[in-house]
């Protein structure tokens, strides 16, 4: 087992809860685990710190954890870079760590959702580092993108891809020919034409359902296969293009029939595991196709992760999910944040253009507020949600981060993305003091604000009012809300300008985008709200940024 000591496989399923479709209206955890907690005081989260909390994120109330890279790595781009798919890199455990991981999670009635990096590999992949060493005309270059260069002597790159990180996606190496690499230039990536790419990753599939995972997040999904001839795109800003235009390295049709020969695999094993895609795609229809009845389980919905807070172009992007998941069968997916995206309590506190940069305590309040309100709107939304670690906490990006911790690999490339990832991705605070706020005993890899101890899970923990007890009650009610939860379609209600109201059987949501407090009719018996009500005129006075449960019932 890749230098490390075996460990058995866990079954299918231990006492995890046997509950049938239960993906289509999960509450998943994101989990980045060097962020998480620390168990050895290197600075570093690790499994066995993760696997410490498994009771915190039982009581919190969500369905399954998803995992981010833990492989061995070279740690390019935060373990992004696979060097081993079926070991565990040292800085986050071994194996046996992951075996226990998974048994005290379906002990707890949680599932296990693991990262899988298919577009490409670490460059210190066994595989590419034999193809660089054996050189031109090698077996083991036909696994990835070699081509000769352009120019007199090869000395351009041979298409004008730009990498998502900046600068060309082509790297030259010393014999003269050149890889492509949509990302860093450490992640070649992997060419799917060729037969061996494809037996290789259904055997890493094995490998961990055998070790007992309930599923997979496949990152990049939509940049496997590449259009024939690798063309040129023929300028313009394709930053800007990605996800928002057809572009020849991602979403071409050919990836749906290598996602349809992974189900066949996944179907061979009990307990209803699921495929997530990772899919930037222009439109939510082309996200549909990654999720038809012989594909994928659930593609995230990144149109709504990137819509502002704005009621007229959220109920835009509701209704178009929904049609578009309808016809395939498919729950939709809703997420405000995760480890690649500014945090929503930083995003939602600045008006659009005026980037990251929380000005003042007053743009932390409304960014805080508003924060609250949309996750009860996505909760009360068909079908499955995604909560990303310390959102819960109510957490900001941390902006004034040294340049000399920095590790976004973006942030070096200067073209590319804002490259200020690290932000959303410093570790999480437990405790109201210490070196780490309860991290680890040793520090955090990325520092920590002075503002962490009174975020902390220990300040929050049963305080009346706080983001924390607001998800709990969140998570709690949704479970026993028998018209919330799964579903593909809500009953849209009459509402002021500015105010989303929709019905789903006897659950009512009220959601307030706007900045003035707005009167609406009393529904029932107020279930959760992220702000105060008060009585006004027979109605409801629901304030400014704020969002309202009511039941009929």
Known sequence: MSQQQSAAPAPAIATVARRRDWWRDAVIYQVYPRSFADSNGDGMGDLEGVRSRLPYLRDLGVDAVWLSPFYASPQADAGYDVADYRAVDPM????????????????????II???????????????????????????????HFRPGKGENGELPPNDWESIFGGPAWTRVADGEWYLHLFAPEQPDFNWEHPAVGDEFRSILR???????????????????????LPDIGGGDQLKLLGNDVMPFFDQDGVHEIYRQWRHVLDEYAGERIFVAEAW?????????????????????????????????????IDRTLEAMRPVGAPATWVLSNHDVTRHATRFANPPGLGTQIRSAGDRELGLRRARAATLLMLALPGSAYVYQGEELGLPDVVDLPDEVRQDPAYFRGAGQDGFRDGCRVPIPWEREGSSYGFGAGGSWLPQPASWGGLSVAAQTGVAGSTLELYRGALRVRREQADLGAGDAVEWLRAPEGVLAFRRGQFVCVANTSGESVTTPVYGRVLLASGELTQADGGAKVPADTTVWWTTA
């Not at 439109?283 to 992760?305: G, I, K, M, S």
């Open 92 to 111: 986050f455990g071994n194996l046996l760590d992951a075996d226990a991981l998974i048994r005290d999670a379906h002990a707890l009635g949680l599932r």
């Open 114 to 144: 693991v990262d899988l990096v298919p577009n490409h590999s670490s460059d210190q992949y066994e595989w590419f580092k034999r193809a660089l060493a054996e050189g031109p005309g090698s077996p083991l270059r036909d696994r990835y």
């Open 281 to 317: 795609t222009p439109t939510v229809e082309r996200t549909a196709n990654y999720v038809r009845p012989d594909e994928l389980h659930q593609a995230f919905n990144f149109q709504y992760l990137s819509t502002a807070w704005d009621a007229k172009e959220l109920r835009a992007v």
């Open 207 to 229: 490998f961990w359902l055998d070790m007992g995972v309930d599923g997979f997040r496949i990152d990049v999904a939509h940049g496997l296969v590449k259009a024939a001839g």
